[in-house]
């Protein structure tokens, strides 16, 4: 299904978690020094949650032109959960920590949401959260009540990690990036500081349109949020967890209903990626959104509410 599609990224990103009603929550593990960092309601309403899982390179903060759709449309999120995954936004680890596990993020994220007391869960996740939803619902389906995915990265990149060379020919922007990022590594501060310099030249908005339909109709706080949050180490990381991941034997598992979207110019993900997960996944509806990249939950955050049955 192609829908059509009103006003273009019409929404900047907040980043006052004040402004927005929310309170801040760190979580962290048993052992390690990984974290995860929760904005949300003081309280709770149930013990069901929404809980909103950003892809790379992003945080807490790009749920935020989505929850304005709603408001404005008159929509209610029950209880929103916002993170800041392990490795991003204020959840950075430190120099040194060992690189995370997919079951060690999916754990930190149940334990937030026990920490806030849910025990039910609607999962909404971008890119590589949306990854990270379809695990969790494989594993802990007592807990996931549905799926939502806005752009959540499959079988491509999963593909694209294992066969670079193929994945070339599938997602050149996924391999071409992730080669970047895996150069860049071992000089990380070296090359967030470059990526501000190009941000304070205005060359950074170029560097990054791939991801976006009509990049220079962006607003100027994703691009901002962008040059921070472009951590060449926590990027090579996320691929890597999809490293040898079993995707349609896990995901065969997934007894909730799954709705999932893509935008109709998105990079990384591919109309093929939706299909074989609509015949994976038992209870799985798709949706192509038009005039859209790849941050669908910026660039259309209207369409994606409406294709996700909010």
């Known amino acids: 299904m192609l829908t ?25 593990p048993r052992t390690g020094t990984a974290r995860i960092v929760a904005r949300h309601r003081p309280q709770r309403t149930s013990t069901r949650a929404t809980i909103f899982l950003h892809g790379a390179a992003g945080s807490w903060t790009t749920w935020t032109p989505m929850l304005a759709a709603a408001d404005e449309a008159g929509i209610t999120i029950v209880n929103p959960v916002l993170l800041d995954l392990p490795g991003w936004g204020d959840a950075t680890p430190a120099p040194g920590d060992a ?23 609607d999962l909404v996740g971008h890119s590589l959260g949306g990854f990270i939803a379809l695990h969790m619902a494989s594993i802990w389906p007592q807990s996931v009540h549905s799926v939502a995915l806005v752009s959540g990265t499959t079988w491509s ?58 990049p220079t109709r962006v607003d100027d706080t994703v691009i901002d949020a962008l040059a921070t949050e472009l951590r060449p180490r926590s990027f090579v990381t996320a691929g890597d967890v999809t490293r040898g991941y079993d995707a349609d034997a896990r995901w065969s ?16 993900v591919t109309d093929g990626d939706l299909e074989r997960l609509a015949r994976v996944v038992r209870r799985c509806t798709t949706t192509v959104i038009a005039d859209c990249g790849h941050f669908g939950n910026v660039e259309q955050p209207a369409a994606v509410l409406a294709a996700l049955d909010y």
Request: hydrophobic share 50%.
């Open 4 to 28: 059509s599609t009103p006003a273009y990224a019409p929404f900047p990103l907040e980043t006052d978690e004040t402004s927005l009603g929310f309170v801040e929550t760190t979580v962290y």
């Open 99 to 121: 690189p995370l596990t997919l079951d060690t993020v999916c754990e930190l994220v149940r334990d937030m949401a026990l920490e806030l007391g849910y025990t039910e869960w």
């Open 157 to 214: 990149v999963i593909d694209a990690v294992a066969r670079p060379w193929h994945g070339l020919r599938v997602i050149p922007g996924f391999v071409l990036l992730r080669f970047f990022m895996r150069l860049l590594a071992p000089i990380q501060p070296v090359a967030l500081a470059a990526v501000r310099g190009l941000r304070a030249l205005g060359i950074l908005r170029f560097a990054t349109s791939p991801l976006f339909r009509h």
């Open 253 to 268: 598992l997934i007894e909730c209903e799954v709705l999932a979207t893509k935008g109709d110019n998105d990079v990384f």
